[in-house]
């Protein structure tokens, strides 16, 4: 081969290779991919696809501190959400300390900047309409930044029981469930099956809003709010509906049972974890993960600098119903984790 031609051959295959390349980095991990990004697009608030298969746009952050609320393992970078999600935060933390005697909320991982699959945790997450909010109530001094690392969350149950602790738990923590569950957006409120026991046990009067109050893994600590898809999000995927019962029936009396809890038996061949790539969310996400992001963190900031761009559309287009629960369940059923 003549050297002009085996130069121009060795240039060919350098050009096909970098462009294979870059595809590989395009289409890579997505965990990896929207773990990496510490600030979100600067653009109207989306949600894109599902609670656990998705991504955010137009994300702001909680701040750190407020009157009523104090957000917690700061390392993480998982206080950001739709600025809808973010305002009903505020004002659960409002409402719930005028009305319900709650001193004020520890708010626990909402979502990563950009949204997406964690590297760690969470199965949902990913749209920025869900955030953990602890069930210990806020102290009277501000926890440092170390302290919001490693103070731990106490558990509601008794001992190694899936039932409550009648010693941990009190009115104003039904108070609270309560009054996050009324509001309108709220989707679902997730919680410990020995949480939604105790409250089909002692709730009187009311109950229609014990219907959003769902068992699930995990979440003996805290409890998980979901919110609605919200206007401006034409790919994002509801929820299948609620029933309109209190849900304190067979469907409970199941999570109390040995089954949810048995161990997955062991394949008769090891199978390798799925690992879900940035192909495998909606396309749009592609363009969220590179869109430009802000010039400071101030400016995302949910009250301090944000001027949130307003969504195009005035409603949400009827989508296919999505399965009910996440893939993966968020939390190990057995009490002690450190959250």
């Not at 462009?19 to 989306?46: R, Y």
């Not at 941990?168 to 009054?179: D, E, I």
């Not at 119903?321 to 450190?338: I, N, S």
């Amino acid at each position: 081969m003549k050297p002009k031609t085996l130069l121009r051959f060795a240039l060919s295959a350098l050009i096909a290779l970098t462009g294979a390349v870059d595809a590989i980095a395009e289409n890579g991990p997505a965990k990896q991919l929207f773990g990496a990004q510490s600030l979100p697009t600067v653009s109207a608030p989306q949600s894109a696809g599902f609670y656990s298969k998705g991504c955010l746009a137009g994300g702001v952050a909680l701040p750190v501190d407020g009157p009523a609320w104090q957000v917690m393992r700061l390392s993480r970078n998982r206080r950001w959400g739709h600025p809808r999600m973010i305002a009903l935060l505020e004002k659960l933390s409002r409402d719930t300390a005028a009305k319900d005697g709650w001193p004020g909320l520890l708010v626990g991982d909402i979502s990563q900047p950009r949204g997406g699959p964690m590297l760690t945790g969470h199965a949902s997450h990913q749209v920025g309409l869900d955030a953990d909010i602890w069930l210990t109530p806020m102290p009277k001094h501000r926890f440092t930044d170390e302290e919001r690392e490693n103070v731990a969350a106490a558990s509601m149950l008794k001992g190694d029981t899936l039932y409550v602790d009648p010693d941990k738990w009190t009115p104003a923590r039904t108070a609270l469930l309560k009054r996050a569950a009324r509001y309108p957006e709220v989707e679902r409120i997730f919680v410990h099956p020995g949480i939604k026991k105790k409250l089909c046990d002692s709730v009187q009067g009311d109950r229609s809003w014990m219907a959003k109050i769902r068992p699930y893994w995990g979440h003996y600590y805290h409890f998980h709010v979901r919110i609605k898809c919200q206007p401006g999000s034409p790919n994002c995927k509801p929820q299948e509906p609620i029933g309109a019962d209190d849900g304190c029936g067979k469907s409970l009396a199941w999570w109390l049972t040995d089954e949810p809890w048995k161990k997955a038996p062991e394949p008769a061949k090891p199978v390798k974890p799925k690992v879900m790539m940035l192909s495998d969310l909606p396309k749009i996400c592609a363009q969220i993960l590179n869109a430009p992001g802000p010039k400071s963190v101030d400016q995302v900031t949910y009250g301090v600098g944000t001027e949130v761009a307003q969504p195009a559309a005035a409603g949400v287009p009827a989508a296919a119903y999505a399965p009910e629960d996440d893939d993966l369940p968020e939390d190990v059923p057995v009490p002690g984790k450190k959250p």
